[in-house]
């Protein structure tokens, strides 16, 4: 089984601070349209962050090589009742974290073009026919490279849980009532505080319409098992051969951080038979393995980056920004901005079957099958073309659909 990760987090690490350097530098570049307006709006701050091995001509071997792969905001989640008219144009879930994994993973697709037209990228590498029998998948991560999480929130969720009790102002009424939810089913929100270790839907706030996504905590609980590809990415590009794919670490800041919650939300309340799978990959070295998370912490942010104290918004004129900004500074062939209203490019509407961001369900995919093209790979591009933006059930996905599976029935109350 894998150790348990540190129970304190140190005190700050030079490895956090340089990464919060670099998130804020980033996010500095953004225009103002992509950000909150003060003082009235704040947001949640992503970023998925590499850590490359420093080259051996570095003079200074001791030094990081931090890359930003990709830097989201955001807090909106789609209403479930509008989800059946998303059809891959519309982003279902704009919490930050989750637009940053995404954009890694666009990243990542842009750097399959840069190998095949320059011939090298720092974070891929070709696979051998012989290696993956002729049949799999054509690339992969290369070794050495880590891959952190930023976030300025405590993920929504089990993770928030003890801090949504410490600033909640509700008194014992939402510690004592009962969920309304079948039993199997994810609970609502962040109601029903005393339920601790419990999957969730979004949004926190019970005056939202309820969501299908489930919360932040869960679904980068499940990724610890799951490695930090999508489906569709998954499906071109292996994870590597020793865990690359893998989420090392989380960076918060300080008053983020509650140990409790964090140690429950992404390790104590996953079984053993999650934390003890093995599973195989045919065509990908790697396989599955749960690898557990470590946490640092690092210094506060500014506004509006911080979550609204309650002493500070008492009358609730602080509201999280309505745009999500997403931002790839360094995709091939060029850098990615966009800000995004109700999950599209702003100034479309949200359904009218245009302004699909390069996230999008459908954007991924057409991106992918162009790297399935490009790359030779016609096993990859055939599964594709058949299974569609949304297809998750393709021979290439067998040991990720287990490993789903296995998360899913290890964190007992995902629902259907
Ligand atoms: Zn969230």
Redesign the pocket.
């Known amino acids: 089984m894998p150790a348990l990760p540190l129970s304190t987090p140190p005190s700050s690490s030079r490895l956090a601070r340089n990464i919060h350097s670099l998130v804020l530098e980033t996010y500095q570049k953004l225009p103002s349209k992509c950000k909150p307006q003060l003082p009235h709006q704040w947001t ?1 701050l992503s970023s998925i962050i590499l850590r490359l091995p420093s080259s051996s001509a570095s003079p200074d071997s001791e030094k990081d090589i931090l890359e930003c792969a990709s830097l989201a905001t955001g ?1 909106r989640a789609l209403p479930a009742n509008l989800l059946p008219q998303a059809q891959g144009v519309v982003l279902h879930d704009c ?4 637009l940053a994994v995404r954009g890694w993973n666009r990243f990542l697709l842009g750097e399959c073009r840069r190998l095949v037209e320059t011939g090298s990228s720092r974070i891929l590498e070709h696979v051998s026919d012989e290696a993956n029998r002729g049949l799999g998948r054509k690339v992969r991560i290369k070794e050495n490279i880590e891959l952190w999480l930023f976030t300025s929130a405590a ?3 089990d993770a928030s849980m003890d801090l949504q009790v410490r600033l909640s102002t509700t008194g014992g009424e939402a510690w004592t009532s009962q969920p309304d939810t079948a039993p199997g089913e994810p609970l609502r929100g962040h109601a029903h505080y005393s339920h601790l270790g419990y999957v969730r839907l ?1 949004p926190g706030r019970s005056d939202s319409l309820p969501s299908n996504s489930r ?2 905590s869960d679904k980068l609980c499940v990724r610890q098992l799951l490695g930090s590809l999508l489906a569709v990415t998954e499906v071109v590009i292996g994870k590597g051969t020793d865990g690359q794919g893998y989420l090392r670490g989380i960076v918060t800041p300080n008053s983020e951080y509650i140990d409790e919650g964090w140690q429950r939300a992404f390790y104590a309340r996953v079984d053993d038979m999650a934390k003890d799978a093995t599973i195989e990959d045919k065509e990908n070295d790697g396989g599955y393995n749960f690898r557990p998370v470590s946490f640092e912490v690092c210094d506060e942010l500014p506004a509006p980056l911080v979550r609204p104290s309650p002493e500070g918004n008492t009358g609730g004129q602080i509201k999280p920004a309505p745009v999500s900004a997403v931002f790839i500074p360094n995709c091939y062939p060029a850098a990615i901005t966009e800000t995004l209203v109700n999950g599209v490019k702003q100034g479309h509407k949200r359904f009218g079957g245009t302004g699909a961001s390069c996230l999008s369900k459908l954007s991924i995919w057409g991106e992918a099958l162009d790297i399935a093209r490009l790359l030779d790979d016609e096993e990859g591009h055939k599964q594709l073309q058949e299974g569609g933006y949304d297809s998750k059930s393709l021979p290439r996905l067998e040991g990720r659909i287990q490993a789903k599976d296995i998360m899913k029935k290890s964190l007992k109350n995902w629902g259907t």
């Open positions: 949640v807090t919490h930050a974290e989750i993920p929504c969720g979004k919360c932040c």
